[in-house]
C-alpha cells in the first residue's frame, strides 16, 4: 500500500514534473492494486484525489493512455466511483480516444465509458448528445475482426439502444448493415445472443426495421430458424425463439411488412406461412402472430383469405383447444379477428365455420384467449344480421357474456364482453336475440356501458338499448327500472361533455321507454323538459331537431 501512496502522489503531480517512465510505473503500480483488490485500491485513489489528474493524461495521447484508460474503467466497476470520474471531467477526453487507431487504447476507451455510464440514463444520453453512437459504428465496421473490439461495440450499442433518443441517431448509421455481415459471420451460440441483444431494442424503430429487412436480416433469421428447429439442445430452443420473435417484431412495421409481404407472393411470406402446420409450438406461435401482422391492411386481408389461410389457422385453433397453449390460441385469435375487419371477408370466414370453432374457447379462463375470443366474433357479426342473430341466441355465449360483462380485474374482456353484448342486437335487430339478452340479465351492462368513458361505446350501448326499448319494451321494462336507466339518460343530456351522438341517441331513446308507463312516470319526475330545452339551440342541427321532437314528445305526453 506504501507503494500505491507512492504512485498516487507522482501522479497528482503536473504533467512537466514527472518523467515518462516514471508515470509508467506509477501506472503499473496502480492496475497490480486494483488487480489485487480493486474497492479497496479504488478507495485509496479517491482519497488521494488522483481522477482530477487524469484527463491531462488522456489528452496527450502516448504509450501510457491505454493504462490510463484501462485503470479508469477497472475503478468505474464501482459504483460509488462513478460519480467522482465524472465529477473529475473524464467523459469528455475519454470520447475524443473513440477515434483512435490504437486498437487496445479503443477497448480500455470503451470499457472506461460503459463502466462509467452503466445503468445511468442521464450519463448515456449525455454520450448520445456527444455523437458516439455513429463513431462506435464506424468502429465496429473498420475493427469487425477484433473480436473484444467487437463485443466493446455491441454492448454499449445494447446499453445506448434502450433509450429512446438514441434511435434516430442508430437510423442515420449503417448499423443495420453491420449487425447483419456481423452475424452473418457468427457461428457460436452466445456470440449470436449478442447480436441478438442489441439488434431487438433497435427493431423497435420503423425506420430500423426497414433498414434491417433490407439489409438481409430476415434471410439469416430464417436460416437460423432451419437450422434450430429440430434440435433439442437449450441453445436451440433458444435461438429458434429469439429469431422467430425477432421476425415477427420486423413485421411491425408497415413498410417492412410490406416489403416482405410482396402481394402474397413474398418467398418470406410463404415460408412464414408453413410454420402454422409445424409441430414446433414456437413456430405455431410466430407463425400466426406474422399472420396478424400481415393482416394489417384490406387488401392483404382479402388476399389471405382467398388463399384459404383461414383454414390452416382454424386447424391450428382446432389442435390447440385440449393441448391448450394459451399464446397459441392468443396469436391465432389475433390472426382471425385481424382478417375479419374487411367487409368483404366476413361472410367468407363465416361459412368457412370460423364462429364455430372460436365458440369452442369459451370454457378458457385465460383473459387474453378471452378477450381475443370476444373481439373476433365482433368482427364477424359486424353488418352481419343472419350470425349475429344465430351467436345472439346462443345461451352458452350469452350467459359467458354477461359473467365477463362483470370481469372488473380484467377491463380489456369487460369491455369487449359489453361490445360484443351490444353488437349482437345492434347487427341482428332481432326480438329473439333481445328476450335472450334480457332474460340472462345483459340489460344492466348495457346501461352501465352507457356511462363508459369512451364515447364509442357510449354509443353503441345507446342504439343496443334503443333497439331493446323498441322491440321489447314490455319485457325490458323492469330491467329498465332496476338499472336506473332514465336518471342515467337525464344525466347524459345535461352534461355539456355529452358529444352530439351521445345526446341525440340519448333523445331518441327518452321517445322509445315513454310507451312504459313506470318509464313515464320516471321521465316525469325529472326536469327532463329543461335539458331538452337547451338543445334546441344545439349547434350541430341533428341534435337541435332531435331536441325538437323530442320536446313536442314530452309536451303531448305530460
Not at 10 to 17: E, H, V
Not at 26 to 38: E, G, I, Q, R, V
Not at 188 to 213: G, S, Y
Not at 287 to 293: Q, S
Amino acid at each position: 500500500m506504501d507503494n500505491l501512496s507512492e504512485a498516487l502522489e507522482k501522479l497528482k503531480l503536473g504533467p512537466g514534473s514527472r518523467a515518462p517512465d516514471s508515470v509508467e510505473g506509477s501506472l503499473d503500480c496502480l492496475l497490480k492494486a486494483l488487480a489485487h483488490n480493486n474497492t479497496e485500491a479504488s478507495m485509496k485513489i479517491q482519497e488521494m484525489g488522483v481522477l482530477p489528474s487524469l484527463p491531462a493524461l488522456l489528452s496527450s495521447e502516448s504509450t501510457c493512455t491505454a493504462k490510463v484508460a484501462n485503470i479508469i474503467a477497472e475503478v468505474a466497476k464501482n459504483e460509488f466511483m462513478r460519480g467522482p470520474c465524472v465529477d473529475a471531467g473524464l467523459i469528455p477526453p475519454l470520447v475524443q480516444l473513440l477515434t483512435s487507431p490504437d486498437q487496445e487504447l479503443l477497448l480500455q476507451t470503451g470499457r472506461a465509458l460503459g463502466n462509467i455510464c452503466y445503468d445511468s440514463h442521464s450519463l448515456q444520453a449525455q454520450l448520445i448528445n456527444m455523437g458516439v453512437i455513429p463513431t462506435l459504428v464506424k468502429l465496429l465496421g473498420v475493427h469487425s475482426h477484433n473480436t473484444a473490439l467487437t463485443e466493446m461495440c455491441l454492448i454499449a450499442f445494447g446499453n445506448l439502444a434502450e433509450l429512446e433518443s438514441s434511435k434516430e441517431q442508430f437510423a442515420s448509421t449503417n448499423i443495420a448493415e453491420e449487425l447483419v455481415r456481423l452475424f452473418q459471420k457468427q457461428t457460436e451460440h452466445e456470440k449470436r445472443e449478442m447480436v441478438f441483444e442489441v439488434l431487438a431494442p433497435l427493431a423497435e424503430n420503423d425506420t430500423i426495421k426497414l433498414q434491417l429487412v433490407e439489409a438481409g436480416m430476415v434471410e439469416c433469421l430464417l436460416e437460423v430458424v432451419g437450422q434450430t428447429v429440430d434440435g433439442d439442445r437449450e441453445e436451440d430452443v433458444a435461438q429458434l425463439k429469439t429469431a422467430s420473435d425477432l421476425m415477427v417484431l420486423l413485421l411491425l412495421g408497415d413498410e417492412s411488412m410490406q416489403k416482405l409481404f410482396e402481394g402474397g407472393k413474398g418467398s418470406v411470406f410463404q415460408r412464414v406461412l408453413s410454420w402454422i402446420p409445424s409441430n414446433n409450438h414456437q413456430l405455431q406461435l410466430a407463425g400466426a402472430l406474422a399472420i396478424a401482422n400481415f393482416a394489417r391492411n384490406d387488401g392483404n386481408c382479402i388476399h389471405m383469405v382467398d388463399t384459404g389461410i383461414v383454414q390452416q389457422l382454424l386447424e391450428l385453433l382446432r389442435r390447440h383447444v385440449d393441448e391448450g397453449n394459451v399464446t397459441v390460441q392468443h396469436a391465432a385469435l389475433s390472426a382471425l379477428r385481424n382478417l375479419a375487419i374487411p367487409v368483404v371477408n366476413k361472410a367468407k370466414m363465416l361459412s368457412a365455420g370460423v364462429a364455430d370453432v372460436v365458440l369452442k374457447f369459451l370454457q378458457s379462463e385465460m383473459p387474453p384467449v378471452q378477450f381475443k375470443l370476444l373481439g373476433t366474433l365482433r368482427m364477424l357479426i359486424d353488418t352481419q344480421a343472419e350470425a349475429a342473430e344465430q351467436l345472439g341466441t346462443n345461451d352458452k355465449l350469452l350467459e359467458r357474456l354477461v359473467e365477463w360483462c362483470e370481469a372488473k380485474d380484467h377491463a380489456g374482456v369487460m369491455g369487449e364482453s359489453n361490445r360484443l353484448l351490444s353488437a349482437l342486437i345492434r347487427h341482428s335487430k332481432s326480438k329473439a336475440v333481445v328476450k335472450v339478452v334480457i332474460e340472462g340479465g345483459g340489460v344492466k351492462h348495457l346501461v352501465t356501458m352507457a356511462t363508459s368513458e369512451h364515447m364509442i361505446m357510449q354509443n353503441e350501448a345507446l342504439v343496443a338499448l334503443g333497439l331493446i326499448a323498441a322491440l321489447d319494451l314490455v319485457a325490458a321494462e323492469k330491467d329498465f327500472e332496476g338499472s336506473g336507466l332514465v336518471a342515467m339518460l337525464h344525466r347524459l343530456l345535461a352534461d355539456e361533455r355529452s358529444a352530439p351522438e351521445i345526446k341525440y341517441n340519448s333523445m331518441i331513446l327518452v321517445c322509445s321507454v315513454m310507451g312504459s308507463e313506470p318509464l313515464h312516470k320516471e321521465v316525469r319526475g325529472l326536469a327532463f323538459m329543461d335539458v331538452v330545452a337547451k338543445l334546441r339551440t344545439h349547434d350541430n342541427k341533428t341534435v337541435s331537431h332531435q331536441a325538437s321532437l323530442t320536446e313536442q314528445r314530452l309536451t303531448s305526453q305530460s
